[in-house]
């Protein structure tokens, strides 16, 4: 999942290219809002990943004493 997080974060690279490069005021909102919208979408993946790893993890010690 780590390469979704990095495609999210990609994206929001190139709004903010975008938002860079807009001449219109409106555009270079949009990409704006785009851009931390693409950012809190790949923080979210990353704090998932996190607590399902460290789940697992907690999980594999009860399994082996079984």
């Keep these: ?3 979704q997080t ?3 974060r990609q994206h929001a690279a ?3 290219a975008d938002a ?3 001449t219109l005021e409106n555009v ?3 990409n704006l809002r785009a851009e931390a919208a693409w950012l809190a979408m790949a923080d979210r993946q990353e704090r ?3 607590a399902r ?3 697992e993890a907690a999980v594999i ?4 004493t079984q």
Excluded: G, W
């Excluded at 010690?61 to 082996?64: A, G, I, L």
């Design 1 to 3: 999942m780590a390469t």
């Design 6 to 8: 990095l495609t999210y």
């Design 48 to 50: 998932t990943e996190t």
């Design 28 to 30: 270079r909102d949009r």
């Design 53 to 55: 790893a460290q789940r």
């Design 61 to 64: 010690p009860r399994q082996e």
């Design 14 to 16: 190139k709004c903010r």
């Design 20 to 22: 860079d490069s807009a």
